[in-house]
């Protein structure tokens, strides 16, 4: 996979991920609440704060899964709003605790900004080939079609 603004887009795939399940309080009804889906509540936190990223501290994963300066304040402000439901509810609360929190809608309204943000850098970094004048993605791949050898 050729990204153009982070060295590890893998995990970038799963933190935009992530970040939009916070963003989705439908989702999260739907998927966390539902005991035969792998998804939940903790899966998500694992993400961005231990696996992918760390959303205590996202400084240091710039130009690793976050493109820009803002998504590291915007990740920063929203590990600051789950740490705030989390100090309320307990580390180890079920999902619909969490859910039922006062500030829980603050989690909701930070991933959403963030996500938004995630999905517009993206969006932004793959039409940048195209900008510069590749009909198609770059590819690492010297025996491709318009790279190495002329026709």
């Known amino acids: 996979m050729v990204d153009h603004g982070v060295a590890l887009p893998y995990?970038?795939?799963h933190v935009v991920q992530a970040v939009v399940a916070l963003a989705s309080p439908v989702r999260q009804r739907d998927v966390w609440l539902d005991l035969d889906r792998f998804e939940c509540l903790d899966y998500t936190v694992h993400v961005l704060?231990?696996?992918?990223?760390?959303a205590d501290d996202p400084l240091p994963w710039l130009g690793q899964c976050l493109?820009?300066?803002?998504?590291?304040?915007?990740?920063?402000r929203l590990g600051a709003?789950?740490?705030?439901?989390?100090?309320?509810?307990g580390a180890d609360a079920p999902d619909e605790e969490y859910l039922a929190a006062p500030g829980w809608s603050t989690?909701?309204?930070?991933a959403a900004r963030l996500a938004q943000v995630l999905v517009s850098n993206d969006h932004?970094?793959?039409?940048?080939p195209h900008d510069a004048g590749?009909?198609?993605?770059?590819?690492?791949d010297s025996t491709a079609p318009g790279l190495g050898?002329?026709?």
């Open 49 to 54: 704060f231990d696996d992918f990223c760390d």
């Open 107 to 110: 989690v909701v309204a930070a």
């Open 67 to 76: 493109r820009t300066e803002e998504e590291v304040e915007l990740m920063a």
């Open 11 to 13: 995990y970038r795939l």
């Open 124 to 128: 932004t970094a793959s039409s940048k």
């Open 134 to 140: 590749f009909p198609r993605a770059l590819s690492t």
């Open 149 to 151: 050898e002329s026709r």
């Open 81 to 89: 709003a789950y740490g705030a439901v989390q100090d309320v509810v």
